[in-house]
């Protein structure tokens, strides 16, 4: 059965009801579940989870039946699900549910290597099937704001700073995986081009893997963008500036505030403005895209290729930055990144 034909049923007025499942209980997973029992039209068949305690507390967040295991929920009948698993169990989970026929939006990464997120990819579109990837950051209301205002612009250079205390629960990555494709996919989407030239710096300070990182990045059109991320501040800060031939935008996607510098003078004025921010819940709008692109057939809001693109791009940072200095290594912890 194709998504288009899946969705040809789904969109005559009344659509019937869109039997969805959360795979994973974690944080995102429990708040997939929350989100996704509140949207009108959809059935939250069930979350699955091999962790009691992770049930439970799906359970009581959301209000919905758990499962052990995939075959549980399977067998209840899902239309879609979203895979919130760790990153290494995407392929695994993601393969198993599009060759039962299911519509698939997996977490960022993608998963775990480019290979698998291509075998994801081909598996989806062989089968006709929609499968979206969660970079839930381009349904930020800032996001959003910024990418309208720089709309037709000329863009010069892309600064994102991503910065936060280290996290409590322990990943099997660090910041480039974790935290800075995040980035590298608003990069691709705001200037809508490739990435083409990486000069990463990265570093292990307390971590493991790497817990600081200055990328550096040319995209096919000229842009020059910036990312600095690190698991070393003792603060959350995520900022976006945009300088175009003719506006500099700042955003700040934690208090969501965009603005606007324009009308650049020869003596150095310009004139400023703040931008209208909308209040959406970005998962609950990444959710809702999800399951119109089930509904419709149409192309998700991020699609497989693209969600393989920002890891590609994120695998070759942390491929190809120099190794630490020999003092740097007699100060921390072993480094596997580089």
């Known amino acids: 059965m194709s998504s288009k ?19 994973g209980a974690g944080v995102m997973g429990s708040n997939h579940a929350r989100v996704l029992s509140g949207l009108p039209g959809i059935s939250l068949v069930g979350v699955v989870d091999p962790l ?11 209000n919905c039946r758990t499962f052990a295991g995939l075959d549980e929920l399977v067998a209840e009948g899902v239309d879609a699900v979203t895979v919130a698993a760790p990153t290494h169990l995407h392929h695994e989970i993601a393969l198993a549910c599009i060759a039962r026929n299911i519509h698939v939006m997996v977490e960022k990464p993608i998963a775990s290597s480019v290979e698998e997120g291509r075998e994801i990819v081909t598996a989806a579109s062989r089968a006709g099937l ?5 970079h839930v950051e381009r349904f930020n209301p800032a996001v959003a704001a910024i990418k309208k205002a720089i709309a037709g612009e000329d863009i010069l250079s892309i600064a994102i700073t991503r910065v936060g205390p280290f996290p409590p629960r322990m990943s099997n990555v660090g910041v480039v995986i974790d935290l800075a494709v995040h980035d590298i996919d608003l990069i691709r989407w705001f200037t809508e081009s490739d990435i083409v030239e990486v000069q990463p710096q990265l570093s292990s300070a307390v971590a493991e893997r790497e817990d600081i990182a200055l990328l550096q990045f040319r995209t096919a059109s000229g842009v020059l963008a ?13 900022n976006v500036t945009v300088a175009t031939r003719g506006k500099y935008i700042m955003g700040d996607l934690l208090t969501r505030q965009v603005t606007e510098c324009f009308g650049f003078k020869p003596d150095g004025s310009y004139s400023m403005r703040h931008l209208p921010v909308g209040h959406d819940e970005p998962l609950r709008a990444e959710l809702i895209a999800f399951t119109q692109a089930v509904r419709t057939g149409a192309a998700p809001a991020v699609t497989g290729d693209e969600g393989v693109a920002s890891l590609e791009i994120a695998t070759r940072c942390l491929e190809t930055s120099p190794k630490p200095a020999a003092s740097s290594v007699q100060k921390g912890p072993r480094r596997v990144a580089g």
């Not at 869109?18 to 795979?23: D, H, S, Y």
């Not at 910036?226 to 995520?238: G, Y």
């Open 130 to 134: 929609t499968l979206m990837v969660g």
């Open 52 to 62: 009691p305690a992770h049930r439970t507390r799906a359970s009581e967040l959301a």
């Open 226 to 238: 910036h990312i600095n991320t690190n698991w070393l501040t003792p603060f959350k800060a995520r």
């Open 5 to 23: 034909g899946h969705g040809s049923q789904l969109t005559q007025a009344p659509a019937r009801t869109l039997r969805v499942g959360v795979i």
